[in-house]
């Protein structure tokens, strides 16, 4: 994306030394601490978003605490450091600063997502890891080769320790040394591989269930009550606010691990909608049976920052719980879907991963709330590529079906009339999901759900419609982050599955989250949740992709891009119909560029472009 530099503005220096001064800011070493990012100088991008210099990101990211509680106490000291500079600023310097405010602002939130699903992931890497007796090898200086690595039970699966590592290297506990890994060269890497302790035998990564069933009032078993019980008091807190890199500490770990379950089974038990909208709850709301182990999951919550603790025992969502208690579900509940794997990561490691599988129930829950937008802006590209184009179609396609989010959306547009509906999943949870949102009106009645239709075997899918008498040519099919689902990818298979959807003339929208290199994931640290979106899917057998050719200073280790193996199939990229959702880093990387989050593609068969004067666009 290309960038224009703001005009106006002074050196950022000198407003710098004055606020430095300021008697308030001098006071609260979190302030100061701010000054540098507040102070520095800004610029525009071509979309209009402002964007940090490089040394006021760095600043902010490695020297300001701003995950989980210390978010709060940023927010608080953010409006010391602002107060202070507008009592000493030039109205040029204001409009730097105003920017800066609004990237900080936005840093802090989305931390708040991203952070949590990290730090569970964390938690269960590296417990597996110290029951191992891996992490004191590393701590005594020995370089781990995951071809060659033994423990007393046997042999360490190469692929899986591999997986494990290169996820703790993204967080910067561990760093590439030739073929094998090193403990990184930092105090706080080796305070928490020293301290952390194994993960407890009776605690399960899937405890969300039981904190769901807790909130709806239901009596809890002995085994659930003492879990939850365990989960709910917190040993200790950070209150260290000194830092000087953003890697985090072993208390933020243990605290957002057990904060992540207790925000989803709020969820699930129908709690958050009133939580985002600022009301407030009583741990009597909850639960009349278990009011102490409430009380000790909405102090796990106040302990993140999440919740604040009112008068009369009220718990009141804090601003940045409203936005987690809002946003939080989708990202969390994705993530926390593969419990399984974490619950038998040391199995995994010694025997492989074969018999672990998702469970694609709550999978589809988690992933509706994540795609609903996402499927907004695929429905208004189609519509425009249809009227820019003439294009019409008859036939609408959703893969990857979930609950059939992207159909729900088209019907509303299209209708029932001139459009044959289908939905297609591997997974039977998909498809009974789906059933279930027909008979209730959402989905339409006459669409047909095509079941253990594999998206990497188009085969299946291409003869069920025909056999339905459905044409193929010019059908629009809708894919919301499933093609990364594919197992066992590589660039070839995916030319593969891609040549067999172009040639039977399929109109290709789809979303997929980038894939981003351990570079570009170590430098923005909690401005994405890619590091474990990225882990979880490797650890499944899934591959993620960038949206672009791999190129510049990090992309030999990135696989073939999304359109790079459509182009081979024989599809058509159209750019204009394609969007991007916001950038991986909140200032300008030099000579890599700034990856998308996640980007909507558009594809056509070569035959529809030339047919509509589009193949120049390719």
């Known amino acids: 994306m290309s960038r224009v530099q703001c005009n106006g503005g002074m050196p950022p220096n000198p407003l710098e030394a004055a606020v430095q001064g300021h008697p308030a800011v001098a006071a609260d070493p979190i302030a100061l601490r701010l000054v540098p990012t507040l102070c520095g100088q800004t610029g525009v991008s071509s979309a209009g978003y402002p964007y940090l210099s490089t040394a006021a990101y760095e600043a902010f990211r490695n020297r300001v605490p701003h995950v989980l509680g210390s978010a709060l106490r940023v927010q608080a000291s953010l409006e010391t450091t602002l107060a202070a500079i507008h009592e000493v600023a030039t109205e040029a310097q204001l409009e730097h600063v105003a920017r800066a405010e609004r990237v900080v602002r936005a840093m802090l939130n989305t931390a708040a997502i991203t952070a949590p699903p990290d730090l569970w992931l964390l938690r269960h890497v590296l417990g597996a890891l110290k029951d191992l007796g891996l992490l004191d090898r590393l701590l005594a200086g020995e370089a781990l080769d995951p071809e060659s690595t033994s423990v007393v039970d046997g042999a360490v699966d190469a692929r899986e320790l591999t997986t494990d590592l290169r996820f703790l290297q993204t967080r910067g506990f561990v760093v590439p040394d030739g073929d094998t890994f090193r403990i990184a060269p930092s105090e706080r890497a080796r305070d928490v591989l020293a301290r952390i302790s194994p993960n407890p035998d009776f605690v399960q990564p899937g405890v969300s269930g039981a904190w769901r069933r807790l909130f709806e009032g239901t009596a809890l078993d002995p085994h659930e009550r003492a879990v939850l019980s365990h989960l709910g008091r917190l040993d200790d807190v950070r209150v260290d606010l000194a830092q000087s890199e953003w890697t985090a500490t072993l208390e933020e770990i243990e605290l957002g691990a057990r904060m992540l379950p207790v925000v989803l089974g709020l969820y699930r038990a129908g709690r958050t909608r009133a939580l985002a909208a600022g009301e407030s709850i009583q741990p009597g709301d909850l639960s009349t049976i278990h009011p102490d182990l409430v009380a000790g999951g909405l102090d796990l919550l106040r302990a993140a920052g999440v919740l ?46 074969d018999a672990v599988w998702v469970n694609r129930t709550a999978n589809i829950e988690a992933s509706q709330d994540a795609n609903r937008r996402t499927f ?24 990857a079906l979930g609950r059939g989010e992207a159909t729900r959306q088209r019907r509303e547009r299209s209708g029932d009339e001139s459009v044959r509906y289908f939905g297609a999943d591997l997974e039977d949870a998909a498809i009974d999901a789906a059933e279930g949102e027909r008979e209730a009106g959402h989905l339409p009645s006459g669409m047909v759900l095509v079941r253990g239709a594999d998206i990497g075997e188009p085969a299946s899918l291409i003869a069920q419609m025909r056999a339905a008498g459905a044409e193929t040519t010019d059908a ?13 990818q590589t660039a070839s298979k995916m030319v593969r599955v891609f040549r067999d959807y172009h040639d039977a003339g399929i109109v290709l929208i789809f979303t997929e989250a980038n894939a981003l290199s351990v570079e570009d994931l170590l430098a923005t640290a909690w401005n994405t949740y890619h590091a474990g979106f990225m882990y979880v899917h490797a650890k499944s057998g899934q591959g993620l992709r960038p949206s672009r050719t791999p190129g510049g200073l990090h992309g030999d280790e990135l696989p073939a891009s999304w359109p790079a193996c459509a182009g081979l199939a024989g599809y058509v990229r159209l750019p204009a119909y394609c969007t991007r959702s916001r950038t991986a880093y909140p200032t300008t990387p030099e000579g890599v560029g700034n990856p998308a989050i996640s980007v909507n593609h558009l594809f056509v068969p070569h035959a529809l472009a030339a047919r509509l004067g589009l193949a120049r666009l390719d």
């Open 308 to 353: 604040d603790l009112a008068d009369g025992g009220h718990y009141v969502p804090t601003p940045i719980g409203r936005r987690v208690f809002g946003r939080g579900p989708g990202p969390f509940g994705i993530i926390e879907t593969y419990h399984p794997y974490m619950a038998r990561l040391r199995t995994i490691l010694l025997e492989g991963r």
């Open 476 to 488: 629009v099919m809708m894919v919301g982050n499933g093609f990364h689902e594919v197992r066992n």
């Open 376 to 399: 907004e802006q695929c429905n208004d590209a189609l519509d425009r590529f249809c009227a820019d184009t003439g294009f019409t179609y008859g036939v609408f396609v959703e893969h």
